[in-house]
């Protein structure tokens, strides 16, 4: 994948797109399908997303997107992944987990990373999620409808931890 695609995709999907209408937001309680979007870091991370499945319980629809930024990296994960290998050099997502993913209507998706990088904003623009949820970020505004604002270097599992309270706080 090359530098170009990565600059058109950031073209194509311009995060100053006015946002579209996402109807009436469901409180947590009641949301029924969930989606987890981040970026491989390791098998540390993995273990959070994991905690984060577990944690939503068995009444919910979880589904998760990983993106592996390093197509020649090996990636232990049990959620569909996405490499920047599928990326075309104008800018077109070919990736069927990609595709199944964003054809999903989520009530909520937690988007994992501390950065958004254009594939992960890609994906964030184009998903069909009621309520898209994320660290709080000026230059991700258009990307999220809730964004939470936590200090970096307090942690993935404090983030979470936040995302999980304030989600559950909307009625």
Request: hydrophobic share 40%; proline share 2%.
């Amino acid at each position: 994948m090359s530098t170009i695609g990565k600059k058109i995709l950031s073209i194509l999907n311009s995060t100053s797109k006015s946002a579209t209408n996402r109807g009436a937001l469901k409180p947590f309680e009641e949301a029924t399908s969930i989606g987890i979007l981040y970026t491989w870091e390791g098998a540390k991370k993995e273990e959070l997303v994991y905690n984060l499945i577990d944690k939503l319980g068995t009444d919910k629809s979880v589904r998760g997107l990983c993106y592996n930024p390093n197509k020649n990296e090996e990636v232990e994960t049990k959620t569909p992944l996405m490499s920047v290998g599928d990326l075309s050099l104008l800018g077109k997502i070919n990736s069927s987990a990609a595709d199944s993913f964003l054809s999903e209507s989520f009530d909520y998706l937690f988007h994992l990373d501390f950065e958004v990088n254009e594939i992960t904003a890609a994906l964030l623009l184009k998903s069909q999620a009621q309520c898209r949820v994320g660290l709080h970020s000026d230059k991700a505004e258009s990307l999220f409808e809730l964004m939470i604002g936590i200090n970096k270097s307090a942690g993935l599992e404090h983030l979470i931890e936040q995302m999980l309270k304030y989600v559950n706080a909307l009625k």
